[in-house]
C-alpha cells in the first residue's frame, strides 16, 4: 500500500515526466530516443498482432508516450493507471489529436476495475517493475485478457550484465550535466522517496512472473544497446546510423543480454483465470 502512494503522489506531480523521458533539452527533442521509443511501440504491436479492431488495454499508461503510438491500431484503447496526474496530462496530448478511441481511468494494477475477458489485448511499459507484486499484476492482466488473447509486457532489462550499462550511463549522464547546458538527464532530480519501488526485472524474472500468471509464453526479445536515455539530444541525432548495428546486436544471444530493455508476449490460455 505504501508504494501505491508513493507512485501516485510520485507522479501525480511530475510535471516534467516527458522531458525526462524524452530526453529533451532546451526544447530540443533526443530525436534517437524518440526512434527507439517508437520502435520499442512497433515491436510490442507486432508481437501482440494489433490490428485496428481490437479492444486494447495498457497498464500504466503515464502520460501516453506508448499509448499514442497504439490508438490508431485499436478499436478502442484503454488507458489504466493509478495516477490521475499522468492521465491528465495523456488527455492534454489526445485532445491535440482529437481522438475519440481512447479512454482514461485511474486505477490499480494490481485491482483491475474490468470485468474478466474484456480486452483482446493488454500491453504494458516500464510499469510492472514498479509494483511490489508482479505476479498480481499479471494475473490481473491475464483475468481481464479473452482466452487466446495477447499480454505483452516491456521493462528495463534488470539482469546482472545489465547493470554495467547503468553504470555507464551514470558516467554519460555525469559527464553531460557538466558539458551541456540545460540537459536534461533521465533520473528525476526530485527524490521518490524511501517507500517507491523499482525492481530489477531479468528476462528470468519476467517470464517466471507470466508463467506463475498462467500466461503461457509465446515470445521474447531484448532490445537496444545506445544509452539513448542519457546522450544529450544535441548530439543524439548524429547517432542515428548506430540503430542497424543495434538491430544486428539485438539477435546475437550473449551479448543481447546486456540490451537496455525487455519484452515478453505472452498468449492468455483457456481455463486461466
Ligand atoms: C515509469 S512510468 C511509465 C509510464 C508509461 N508506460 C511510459 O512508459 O511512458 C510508470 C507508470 O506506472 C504507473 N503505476 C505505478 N503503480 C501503478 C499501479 N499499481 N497501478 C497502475 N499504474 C501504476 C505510474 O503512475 C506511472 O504512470
Known amino acids: 500500500m505504501k508504494n501505491k502512494m508513493a507512485q501516485k503522489n510520485y507522479y501525480d506531480s511530475c510535471d516534467n515526466f516527458d522531458i525526462l523521458e524524452l530526453g529533451t533539452a532546451n526544447g530540443r527533442e533526443n530525436e534517437y530516443r524518440k526512434r527507439f521509443i517508437s520502435r520499442r511501440a512497433e515491436t510490442m504491436a507486432d508481437l501482440a498482432g494489433l490490428d485496428g479492431e481490437s479492444t486494447v488495454l495498457e497498464v ?33 496530448k489526445i485532445k491535440k489529436t482529437d481522438s475519440d478511441d481512447l479512454f482514461t481511468i485511474a486505477g490499480d494494477s494490481e485491482r483491475m476495475p474490468f470485468r474478466s475477458r474484456r480486452f483482446d489485448f493488454v500491453m504494458s511499459v516500464n510499469t510492472v517493475e514498479h509494483l511490489d507484486d508482479v505476479p498480481a499484476a499479471l494475473r490481473e492482466m491475464r483475468r481481464v485478457c479473452r482466452d487466446g488473447g495477447k499480454i505483452v509486457v516491456s521493462v528495463p532489462n534488470g539482469n546482472f550484465s545489465a547493470k554495467y550499462r547503468a553504470k555507464l550511463m551514470q558516467t554519460i549522464e555525469w559527464l553531460a550535466a557538466r558539458l551541456f547546458r540545460g540537459y536534461a538527464c533521465s533520473e528525476p532530480a526530485r527524490s521518490r522517496g524511501d517507500d517507491f519501488t523499482h525492481q530489477d526485472l531479468s528476462m528470468d524474472d519476467l517470464t517466471g512472473a507470466f508463467a506463475e500468471a498462467g500466461i503461457r509464453v509465446e515470445q521474447k526479445g531484448f532490445m537496444g544497446f545506445v544509452p539513448h536515455q542519457v546522450i544529450p539530444a544535441r548530439i543524439a541525432r548524429y547517432l542515428m546510423w548506430m540503430e542497424a548495428p543495434e538491430r544486428v546486436f539485438e539477435m546475437i544471444p550473449g551479448l543481447r543480454s546486456v540490451a537496455g530493455v525487455i519484452i515478453v508476449c505472452g498468449i492468455a490460455d483457456g481455463g486461466a483465470g
Open 60 to 92: 500504466g499508461c503515464g502520460t501516453g508516450i506508448y499509448t499514442v503510438h497504439w490508438i490508431k491500431s485499436s478499436k478502442k484503447l484503454y488507458g489504466l493507471d493509478i495516477s490521475r496526474g499522468m492521465l491528465v496530462r495523456l488527455r492534454e
